[in-house]
């Protein structure tokens, strides 16, 4: 009986750190949105492509894309081509936003801006 009480406290201590994990707020009162767990169904070419997508005041400052398969040149490319065009987006543009992909990575393209609707979406819903 100990064993299952214990097994359930347990369970319970790790669903509240992943849910703590999702967003978390900065001492500057920036959001940081991070789609490990929040998006992990979505996938570029060779599999899940999460981000970490800050916001302030309703604005996104800033898309981290953090580690991930996808082929190195490829994320690179989406660093430097995709994800500064979302700085400074108003999170309600950012959820819907059509940002062009990158020639060559549509599939990474696609799952980050897939990943940054849905860490803007959980945002608006939790903030």
Do not use: W
Not at 92 to 112: M, N, Y
């Amino acid at each position: 009986m100990k064993s299952i009480i214990v097994t359930v406290l347990l369970s319970a201590a790790f669903i509240t750190a992943d849910a703590q994990e999702v967003m978390r707020k900065e001492k500057d009162g920036t959001y940081v949105v991070n789609t490990t767990t929040l998006a992990k169904d979505v996938e570029g070419y060779t599999g899940a492509t999460p981000v970490e997508v800050y916001i302030k005041k309703n604005k996104i400052v800033k898309v981290v894309a953090l580690k991930s398969q996808e082929g190195p040149k490829y994320t690179a490319r989406v660093r430097k081509e995709m994800l500064p065009k979302y700085e400074n987006m108003n999170v309600k543009k950012g959820s819907v936003a059509d940002v062009d992909a990158v020639t060559g990575a549509t599939f990474t393209s696609e799952a980050i801006k897939e990943n940054v609707k849905r860490a803007v979406s959980y945002y608006q819903k939790h903030k």
